[in-house]
């Protein structure tokens, strides 16, 4: 597609239940990110994939949060036990390299933890 | 990791005002972006500048990467450049953002 894309873009869930975001990345980019935007709390790098390296998952708050890509393309953000503090906006971007590259973010996915 | 303080924090203009906004770095980059976040939450990239200056109709930027700061124009500003400006720069293959100048033209 033209751009990177995101689902859902909102959702709504209890706290306790898992969740899946979705991320596609612009086609033929090799990186991949994933953040969260919190309020108060800014822009949060999350975790980074880059075609079929171990991702770096240095910035992911805690083991409730998994991230997996397949086929080097779409990526699945997964947040189990979900608690009301993983409240925000998770956004994906992806970029054509993984250093120093400009990187592309998707409209976000909008997590309310009730 | 490398500090990055944006400023000012907030900013009301009249339509037609220009402005200045600054973002400084605590340490050496080889890659800086500046993005608008519009009002519905999409992050807009502005420019990709590690340094020299560049220009997109109303906007310019110019970084001193030697100086560790960048600095974002708008010139003739619009309702429509209101929301979040944020730059970043990155620390290992991520972003570290700003907290932002959030950006208000009023009509």
């Known amino acids: 597609g033209a751009g990177v894309s995101q689902s859902p873009s909102n959702k709504v869930t209890e706290k306790g239940k898992d969740v899946e975001l979705r991320c596609d990345p612009i086609?033929?980019?090799?990186?991949l990110y994933w953040y969260r935007q919190s309020l108060g709390q800014g822009l949060e790098f999350l975790i980074y994939f880059q075609g079929n390296s171990a991702p770096d998952k240095s910035g992911l708050p805690s083991d409730r949060f998994s991230a997996e890509r397949t086929g080097g393309s779409v990526s699945t953000l997964t947040i189990q036990r979900t608690q009301q503090e993983d409240s925000a906006v998770y956004l994906c971007?992806?970029?054509?390299?993984?250093?120093?590259?400009?990187?592309?973010f998707g409209p976000g996915t909008r997590l309310t933890v009730t | 990791g490398i500090q990055v303080e944006q400023s000012p924090p907030d900013l009301i203009l009249q339509e037609g005002a220009n402005s200045t906004l600054r973002c400084n770095f605590s340490?050496?980059?080889?890659?800086l972006q500046w993005f608008h976040q519009n009002p519905w939450g999409q992050l807009i990239n502005l420019f990709y500048?590690?340094?020299g200056t560049k220009q997109n109709g109303r906007l310019s930027a110019t970084t001193v990467a030697t100086e560790r700061y960048s600095l974002l124009y708008i010139s003739s500003s619009q309702t429509t450049d209101s929301g979040v400006y944020f730059c970043a720069v990155p620390v290992g293959y991520a972003l570290n953002f700003g907290k932002g100048t959030s950006l208000l033209v009023t009509p």
């Open positions: 340490d050496s980059v080889n890659n």
């Open positions: 500048i590690p340094s």
């Open positions: 086609s033929g980019h090799t990186a």
């Open positions: 971007a992806s970029s054509s390299n993984g250093l120093v590259y400009e990187q592309y």
